[in-house]
């Protein structure tokens, strides 16, 4: 016999997961709704909830009134082995009803390896996973999210990427395809005028030749879709759409806290970091916006803990005007802030202490590379004597604990950059010992965590071979040699991941057919090591003719044809290049604030790039 | 000394999922929400001071939970429920707030009723046994055997559509607790194989059978 919903959230683990029914969780009559949309967040309720631009979109998607948007995640193996024994379908946690009826399926892309997970959630919906094997009786599948700047890999499965910010894009998607489904909805037509957009990319109206080596020939674009498709951006932040709640899950999630976006982009560009240059320019909210929005939320959630959320907290230019304004009614109603990568150096003693600065995050820095020099050719601006001093603050007000965080495996790296990691792991640790009003009776414990480097697309090291996985466990291994104290731990990243990653994140439409297959082998949630299975992967590539290291560890030519080169994010290839050049000279570049470089981000006439006047325009 | 606010609640539809463990959570919030002023105990890790006296088991829904609160002044009781009420997800309803008479450890049993998707014989044959052994893990972590026919020697079985209904109070508090899920196990023992069973919790009382208040 079926066993009807209820009965079967009583046989799983943590059912509140899969009940809906939140505060916050947004319930619709449906004779009163016209467009039905699925939010899929590729991976675990507990990884998903966590994420604020769902958030954002769940509130701004409800907002239209004949439009119902419903949260979905991958369920857990259980569940899922319960959903296939019962026949039911993926369905939204709202109305519970299966999501293969609705309008749109959206997935958000945080992550490479969320990739099998998607592909294992169509067919979980019992939607079918190609593209062009969905007619007008299944949803469109949308995606959009940090990976939608190269989604060429999954430009089989889904019909419409978003690339940028979605506020107004997804909306005006939503308008359109009101349109299109009160006259008739027929795919291909609504596709052909969805990629008039901005925004909006059409995979199924490019093609894609390639050269005898493998690489690409030519990205040509079909009918009317447009060369090059450009990004989206907010301009005004403050006018922007933010939700006044969320929805408060009842089980611990992994961010289980009300979120305050204070800026988007990063005004430093340190060059293997994707977020750097794809969300560019800066743009701020302002105090007062920043203080209304985080007001509203904890009293609207009744949360006990709000974060301010951004690439890099410190460089929010009005944080001393801000912090007092929020702690002003936050230590009355019992509220705790919580500043994630923040730079503990600049702040006063007085509003650390309030702040709790480091009670709440304790003390991490990092640095990423062992040495300056190598720092100088990521541009990180980070120096020894800063990290050295503010440790020297922290232990004197009784920590005993640091953690650093480096990156294997970056461009130019040589061995005394490795050396220089132990080296600077043991200063902090002699840093500590000579110190006289060190906390008593405690060691110091310096936690050195190790990252590969993976090359990702629209960075200064797009071009760069990753290492090989020889290479990077080398590397790992003369680090460990190199560590004399049991003061100092050191933990890795696993290469095979991120060799992994590095494939996928640069990758060409000819990796549909390794998804597909990965997917046919049952690869799911391959973000959690457990599920991970590295060999299966290599034996599909083998299988498939196609060698992985030609994704991941080939210097590219300085004109190379990318997978990425018809989607536009506003910084120039030509700007790229140039950083590139100047990370084998380890020359730095100086921050959005300091002087503009003219990265081609002017192009969206917003934030940093107009507000100083000092653009430079190429 | 500050007074207990005694607040009686269900816990019903979706909200049944909710585990002890987030139920906690999922109340402060709401306190919080609602702007009452809960009383949070001193010290460096300040926490509100709000408990369940009688631990709910994930899944079964409950008619009538008791949850208490301390707070910082007071409030009218019809003001402190019609607050929580405005801001509670849906299946937890805040209907009745009063001070708190007996002590948390005055809590005697509790009533159930248990919805099987089996016909009404195979459960009264099992009532009828003079003893039914099931294995429970106790408070110490170790599997015993115990017999839990004198607990449920007053259930009452009757016929129901689409299975039957059994009516039963049982041990619940500081003097020890019988959960109905030990019939429900033995009931899989005798069947060998799982009946789908709808647990609900209609009431607390205290020794003298009365509601617990
Ligand atoms: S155009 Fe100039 S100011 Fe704007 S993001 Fe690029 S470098 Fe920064």
Redesign the pocket.
Known sequence: MALDMEHLLLQVQKPARYSGGELGSVMKDKKDVFIRFAFCFPDLYEVGMSHLGMKILYGLYNREEDTWCERVFAPDADMEQKMRENDIPLFGLESRDPIKDFDFIGFTLQYEMCYTTLLHMLDLAKVPLLSAERDEQYPLVIAGGPCACNPEPLADFIDIFILGEGEEVNIELNNLYREHKKRGYVKRDFLLDAAKIEGVYVPSLYDVTYLSDGRIEAITPRDTAPKKVRKRIIKDLDKAYYPETFVVPFTDIVHDRAMSEIFRGC?RGCRFCQAGFIY???REKSPETIDRQSHALCQSTGYEEFSLTSLSTSDYSRLEQLLPQLLEWAEKEQVNISLPSLRVDGFSEELAKRLNVLRRSGLTFAPEAGTQRLRDAINKNLTETEILETARRAFSGGWNAVKLYFMNGLPTETKEDIRGIAELGHKVVDEFYHLSDRPRGKGVTVSISVSCFVPKPFTPFQWEPQDTMEQLQEKQKYLLSEIKTRKISLSWHDAKVSFLEAVLARGDRRLGAVLLEAFRRGFNLDAWSEHFDFDAWMDIFDSLGLDPAFYANRRREKDEVFPWDHLDYG?SKAFLWKENQKAHESHTTPN?REH???????CFKGG??VEDGQ??VQ | MLKTVRLLFSKTGRARFISHLDLNRTMTRAVRRAGIPLWYTEGFNRHPYLTFPAPLSLGYEGLAEIMEIRLEEDMPSDELVSKLQAVMPEGLCVFEAFEAQRKAGELKSAAYTLHFTCPADPVRELLAQPSIFVEKFSKKKVLKTVDIAPAFAGAVVEDVENGCKMTVTLPCGGEGTVNPSLFVTALKQKLGEDIPCHVVRTALFDPDGCPFR
Request: glycine share 12%.
């Open positions: 005004i560019r320019p800066v910084v959005c503009c470089s003219g990265c081609g981000a002017a940093i790039c653009t430079v």
